[in-house]
Nanobody
Framework: QVRLVESGGGLVEAGGSLRLSCAAS????????MGWYRQAPGKARELVAVITSGGMTNYADSVKGRFTISRDNTKNTVYLQMNSLKPEDTAVYYC????????????WGQGTQVTVSA
């Protein structure tokens, strides 16, 4: 079983920056993909960014050029550097780690609140 612990959320003014971290523990096999999703009130959960064990990344169009995802495979930790934050980035951000081949897993963190004031 894989456990994820997130940190780094908070309140920031528009134009500011935050850095989220997510540490994974347990039986983690590579290759896998680690990512960040977010869910705003009344909206569905959406992908923000994902990174594979080999470093390939994918971003939502709404965050391209502002957010950067990275990972440290030696620490099983993924980061999300968020710059030029906008009020519409306000949401609960969830960390995810997923592996689709056996042994497969799909685990989620508890979520961390990010609030961007106008």
């Amino acid at each position: 079983q894989v456990r994820l612990v997130e940190s780094g959320g908070g309140l920031v003014e528009a134009g500011g920056s935050l850095r989220l971290s997510c540490a994974a523990s347990g039986r983690i096999f590579s290759p896998n993909a680690m990512g960040w999703y977010r869910q705003a009130p009344g909206k569905a959960r959406e992908l923000v960014a994902v990174i594979t064990s080999g470093g390939m990344t994918n971003y939502a169009d709404s965050v391209k050029g502002r957010f950067t995802i990275s990972r440290d495979n030696t620490k099983n930790t993924v980061y999300l550097q968020m710059n030029s934050l906008k009020p519409e980035d306000t949401a609960v951000y969830y960390c995810n780690v997923r592996r689709v081949v056996v042994p497969d897993f799909d685990s989620w963190g508890q979520g961390t609140q990010v609030t961007v004031s106008a």
